[in-house]
C-alpha cells in the first residue's frame, strides 16, 4: 500500500476506524482511528459508515466522511478492507474497483504474520481459518494479485490503478469536448 501511495499521484488513503486497542507504535489518526464499540456501533446507527466488517472480535469501518474528501480533493480513494467490507462497498458503489491481495499460500502467509511479531498463536491461528474463508471470495473481486514478490506486486497494482484511471467509462467526460472539436458544420 505504502508502494502505491508513493509511485501513484492523486490517491487519498482512507485511515480505518476500529474498536480494538493500538498494537505497538500504532496511533489514533495515523494507523487508525481508535474508539470504543459503543461509539461505533452509535456511527452504525447513525449510517456513517460507506462500509464496516467485525473481525477478530473488534469493529472495522470506513467512515462516508472520507470519499467526500477524496471527491472534493479530486482524488481516488484506496482502502485496505476484508471481503466484508468490500461486499459492502461494491452494493452501494457499484463502479468501485476491488483487488484481492493474495499470499502465494498457507506456510506462506503464516510465515508472513509471524514475522510481523503483532500477534499471539491463537491470534495466528484464527486469522489463517479466517483467510481460508475470504480467499473462497476471490471471484467477487475485480483483479487479483498473487503477492509473491512486493516489487512485482506493488507494480501491478499501480498499473491496475493507472489503467482503470484510462477505462472509457470513466472518461467520457472528458472524451465529449475532444469529439466536440472534431465535428464540422457541412
Do not use: W
Not at 492523486?10 to 470504543?36: C, V
Not at 491481495?101 to 481459518?129: G, V
Not at 474463508?133 to 507494480?155: K, M, P, Q, T
Amino acid at each position: 500500500m505504502h508502494r502505491l501511495l508513493d509511485s501513484v499521484p492523486g490517491l487519498k488513503f482512507s485511515i480505518s476506524y476500529t474498536t480494538r486497542a493500538p498494537r505497538g507504535h500504532e496511533s489514533s489518526g495515523a494507523s487508525y482511528h481508535f474508539i470504543s464499540r459503543p461509539e461505533f456501533e452509535e456511527r452504525i446507527a447513525r449510517g456513517e459508515f460507506l462500509e464496516y466488517a467485525e473481525v477478530f472480535d473488534n469493529y472495522y469501518g470506513t467512515h462516508r466522511s472520507v470519499l467526500n474528501e477524496a471527491l472534493a480533493e479530486g482524488k481516488d480513494l484506496v482502502l485496505d478492507i476484508d471481503v466484508q467490507g468490500a461486499g459492502q462497498l461494491k452494493s452501494k458503489l457499484p463502479d468501485a474497483v476491488t483487488i484481492f491481495i493474495l499470499a502465494p499460500s498457507r506456510q506462506i502467509l503464516e510465515q508472513r504474520l509471524r514475522a510481523r511479531s503483532e500477534d499471539a498463536d491463537d491470534i495466528i491461528r484464527r486469522r489463517l481459518h479466517d483467510a481460508a474463508e475470504e480467499i473462497r471470495n476471490y471471484s467477487l473481486y475485480d483483479y487479483v494479485i498473487i503477492n509473491n514478490d512486493l516489487e512485482e506486486s506493488a507494480e501491478t497494482l499501480a498499473a491496475i490503478v493507472c489503467a482503470e484511471r484510462t477505462r472509457r467509462t470513466r472518461i467520457e467526460d472528458l472524451i465529449r469536448p475532444i469529439l466536440a472539436t472534431f465535428q464540422t458544420n457541412s
